[in-house]
């Protein structure tokens, strides 16, 4: 991790792009246990999946659950202003 700069507080990762404030951990946790919710991608900032996500009951809690562990697993998800999410 670098010296965190104005543009970037919280560092950024190997590829040069910012890390956002959220966590991937609480947003993977949240979609989860609370994905027909559309709890994590709230979190994230992305309204539009989250709402199609309420409605839906998360699809059935299938899709909830595969979000929510491509939340935990993937290192490229990102939040509403394109940052990356922080381990």
Do not use: H
Not at 9 to 32: E, M, T, W
């Amino acid at each position: 991790m670098t010296v965190p700069t104005p543009e970037a507080p919280y560092g950024v990762d190997p590829a040069g792009r910012p890390y956002s404030d959220k966590s991937k951990v609480v947003a993977g946790i949240l979609q989860i246990f609370l994905g027909g919710f559309g709890a994590g991608r709230f979190y994230v900032g992305s309204t539009g999946v989250a709402i199609a996500q309420l409605f839906t009951c998360g699809g059935l809690g299938v899709w909830a659950l595969i979000d929510g562990i491509l939340f935990l697993t993937s290192n490229d998800r990102t939040d509403k202003q394109g940052r990356v999410l922080r381990g």
